[in-house]
Every structure is written in C-alpha cells, then in structure tokens.
C-alpha cells in the first residue's frame, strides 16, 4: 500500500533538487537556456552583451532582481497589484477568485459550480476545467492539486524563471469564461516598454490557435509575427479598448518591459495575468530582425 505523505515528501525533495540544479545552471552560464535559445531563434545567445528581445528576457530570468516581478508571477499577488493601482471605478477587470485553497482538502470539490476552472497561483499553463454533465474523479484531481502545491513553476534548467519561486503556492477556483466548450476566449497582451504600448498581441476565440496578431495601439497591424503565423486581416477592434490601453498603461506603470494580458468573452472582460518573460523568450520573430528592433526599445537595468 502507497504512502501518500511519503510520495508527497519525495516531490517536495525533488522540488528542491530541480530549484538547485536550475541554479547551479545559472552559476555555470546556463549552458541549457542557450542550447535551446539557439535552436528556437537560430542565432546563439549573448548574455554579456544582450541586444535582441528574447537574449534580454533570457538574461532578465537569470539576473534582474526587480522585486515586482515576484508579485506579478504569482496569480493573486497580481490581481492585489493591479487593483492597487487602479481607481475603484476600474476593478472590474480584476474580479476576486471564487476560492483560493493553499491545502487541498480546502476545496469542496464534488460542490464546485459547474464551469469552473482551476489553476495554481503559483504557475504558468497548468489547469483543469470543470464543466457542466461531466463527471469529476475526485481521487485524480485531488491528486493533481497536490502535485502543483508540491512543485515550483519554472525550474527546469531551459526555463530558469527564479521569479516564480517566491510565489505563495495556492490553488485558485475561477469561473470558465463563456463560450462553447472547448473554445478558449480571446486574448489580448499588452507589450509595454517604459510605460508606452509598443505592440500588442491577439488571439480569437475559438478551439484552435491558429494564428497571432501583431497590433500597435491603433489596432493596425505590425510587420513582423511572434510564434504563430501573423493574422492577415485585422479583426474588428475588442471592446473597451480605450479601457484596455489604459488600464495597461496604470498597471504597467514603473516597469522597463512587462506584458499585460485581458481575457475577453462576451461582454466580459478579466485582467489574467501579468508576465515578466513572454513565451519565455523562446518566441521566434519574423523577420528576425525584428527581435533587435524590439531589443531596442528596452533597456534593463545594470
């Protein structure tokens, strides 16, 4: 028979070891970061000296010690953030979390709402929804509760994202946007350079990601793509857009480069998150030249 503390107790020593490993990675060069930096860019990494968009992010995981990055890479710290920043009439866009469980057994789970969602607060990318008529195994979801409180995000030696680590590990319950099943809302990501807008990115809504846009605050589209095929045609301008530029430009405030991301369904709008790296630096720009052109509107500190 399994012991669950002691499988509990082996992932946090192994939580431990891959922070460590990450580190003395770091110590080393980041010899993981650049190989897979040249193979997602094609060009070699240049810590010493970084020019382009994705060598400053790489360089920014490892050595930029700007104490908001922490807040804004932990899911309820950013929402705290932001409505700090924002006048009462704004928090809209920042809705409090139907529940935020640091301990598994915290979470009702067979009395959650249909159409829920639930995330860590300390992480990037992992979820699991809950809809409507399907049936939930308790004992599964339970069990990868537990796993994300037992883990750091971001410690694997090609993502080296120290800022992750401080986040107060905690499971967040959130209402699923509307839309069809399957269908994820759409998306918009503010890039900010020293408090100006330089380019946003777009996503549809819809069951696939398909393509990207690239969109400068006057919704036109921008002459270079980031990961995904760029969108040809501009589609209608969001909601609230003004808003939203705003909103950004508050929030974003104070930061030499920061992204601030909406999700956008029906008429409801959520301020999601804030990131400090977008795709990690691993988001190949075409034209590549493009990558030094963005580099250049950004300068880290020393």
């Not at 240049?46 to 920014?60: A, F, H, I, V, Y």
């Not at 589209?221 to 857009?241: G, K, N, Q, S, T």
Request: proline residues 9%; glycine residues 6%.
């Amino acid at each position: 028979m399994s012991n669950p503390n002691g499988t509990r107790l082996d992932r946090r020593i192994k939580d431990q070891l891959r922070m460590l490993r990450a580190r003395i990675d770091a110590w080393r060069g980041a010899p993981a970061i650049k190989r897979r930096f040249l193979e997602s860019h094609g060009y070699p990494l240049n810590l010493r000296t970084p020019r382009t968009w994705n060598e400053k992010m790489q360089w920014r995981k490892l050595y930029d010690r700007n104490p908001l990055l922490p807040i804004i890479s932990d899911k309820v710290a950013t929402r705290e953030f932001a409505r700090s920043r924002l006048e009462p009439s704004d928090h809209w866009v920042v809705p409090p979390f139907l529940q935020v469980a640091t301990r598994v057994d915290q979470i009702d789970i067979a009395a959650l709402p249909d159409d829920v969602i639930l995330k860590p607060a300390h992480g990037s990318g992992w979820r699991l929804l809950l809809h409507a008529e399907e049936p939930r195994d308790i004992a599964a979801i339970r069990n990868t509760l537990r796993r994300w409180l037992d883990r750091r995000f971001g410690t694997a030696l090609d993502l080296n994202e120290q800022f992750y680590w401080p986040a107060k590990r905690a499971i967040l319950v959130e209402t699923l946007m509307p839309g069809p099943k399957g269908s994820r809302p759409a998306e918009v990501k503010f890039h900010l350079f020293h408090g100006e807008i330089r380019f946003v990115t777009y996503t549809e809504a819809g069951p696939n990601l398909l393509s990207v846009g690239v969109f400068d605050e006057n919704w036109q589209i921008l002459p270079f793509a980031i990961h995904m095929p760029p969108m040809e045609v501009a589609p209608p301008v969001p909601e609230y857009w003004d808003d939203l530029c705003r909103i950004a430009r508050l929030v974003g405030a104070g930061f030499d480069h920061v992204r601030v991301d909406f999700m956008m369904a029906g008429d409801q709008v959520v301020l999601n998150e804030m990131s400090a790296v977008h795709i990690s630096g691993y988001g190949p720009i075409t034209p590549v030249e493009y990558d030094r052109i963005i580099g250049d509107w950004w300068v880290p500190p020393d």
